[in-house]
């Protein structure tokens, strides 16, 4: 089957009825993404039972990486979701229904009070520090290497300097400083890491966190994950809020966050996610990320306010001063 015939709809529901159920009604639907990076996710509910119901085509590589990452975190102890029933659908397609986590991200306490969002987070900390000391490697997708760290920047300067603000990123992406910083990443030891840690796609069920959108794990640098979760625009922490959790981190058992390390991951990730958020509202028009635009560059200018900065982290920020990206 092709992914341009390929009906995530109509494969999921013959996988609904195969779970023991006491109904034989389909239920409803309720979608939750289509079209985001050839993947389609829905809430369907048959009978008394709710069940999240993913298809992904071959798109991207790290669609496939779903099933075997998702055994691998469930045997490490981390919190992900039960896979109930998949199916592969051929050429790269797939199905599965997983466990309903309900509706309570991270994200959704933003307007709770910091000990609310706290205890949270502690939880949230707890299973990637599981994830990082434990699972194993699904050697589906790439490693965090020096040309995936260069990619990542000539995306910011693709979709973030180029699309949004209409200027050349060449300039940025070809100083040495930027190319020794991703030689400097990728130079250093490894392990699993999520990739995409933030308050989106962490779900607040049962009284515990659960991570969820972990097909992009892959061997990289613990203190990404880090500075995905504490820097992440979504949240807009204030700053004093960003270095309690940094402190947080290392009180859970988590690495030292290395006074040069982190900042230059947390530039790397925070450059990233501007990128997508800039290619989501230019090239899709989805307004939701044009507001995240303005609270990603606070994350850059709060990273430029980190004590102690060590000389790399130091030059790349010159590098974004110099383009005129970040004033502080």
């Known amino acids: 089957m092709s992914s341009a015939s390929f009906d995530p709809i109509g494969a999921l529901s013959e996988l609904l009825q195969q779970l023991p159920d006491p109904s034989s009604s389909p239920g409803d639907r ?25 298809g992904w085509s071959a798109s991207r590589a790290d669609n496939a990486a779903y099933l075997p990452a998702a055994a691998l975190l469930k045997e490490a ?37 910091w000990r609310v969002q706290r205890t949270a987070y502690k939880q ?24 995936l760290y260069r990619w990542e920047q000539e995306y910011f300067a693709e979709h973030y300097l180029g699309g949004h603000l209409h200027r050349s ?16 990443l990728a130079s250093l030891p490894r392990c699993m890491v999520h990739r995409d840690l933030q308050s989106q796609n962490i779900m607040l ?16 640098l613990p203190e990404y994950d880090a500075a995905s979760l504490i820097f992440d625009p979504y949240m807009d922490l204030p700053f004093e809020r960003k270095m309690e959790l ?21 530039l790397q990730r925070i450059m990233q996610a501007l990128g997508a958020y800039a290619k989501l509202w230019h090239g899709e028009h989805r307004k939701w990320y044009q507001l995240q ?3 990603g560059l606070r994350s850059l200018e709060q990273i430029a306010a980190l004590p102690q900065l060590g000389e790399q ?6 590098c974004l001063r110099d383009a005129q990206i970040i004033k502080s």
């Open 246 to 266: 940094t402190k947080l981190w290392e009180t859970c058992g988590g690495r030292r966050l290395d006074r040069d390390i982190f900042p230059l991951c947390a």
């Open 124 to 147: 949230a900390i707890g299973e990637a520090l599981r994830l990082h000391r434990s699972a194993a490697n699904p050697g589906i997708v790439q490693p965090f290497d020096e040309s």
């Open 169 to 184: 990123g060449s300039d940025l992406t070809n100083r040495p400083e930027m190319k020794r910083m991703a030689a400097k």
């Open 77 to 113: 102890g981390v919190h992900v979701p039960d896979v109930l029933l998949s199916r592969d659908e051929g050429d790269g397609n797939g199905v599965c229904l997983v466990q309903d986590l309900g509706d309570t991200r991270l994200l959704d306490l933003k307007g709770e009070s």
């Open 313 to 318: 982290s130091q030059s790349v920020l010159s």
């Open 293 to 295: 635009l303005d609270s």
């Open 205 to 220: 069920h049962g009284g515990r966190a659960w991570l969820i959108d972990f097909q992009g794990m892959r061997p990289g």
């Open 30 to 54: 309720q979608i939750i993404l289509s079209g985001a990076s050839g993947r389609y996710i829905a809430r369907f509910r048959r009978g008394t039972g709710s069940y999240i119901g993913m």
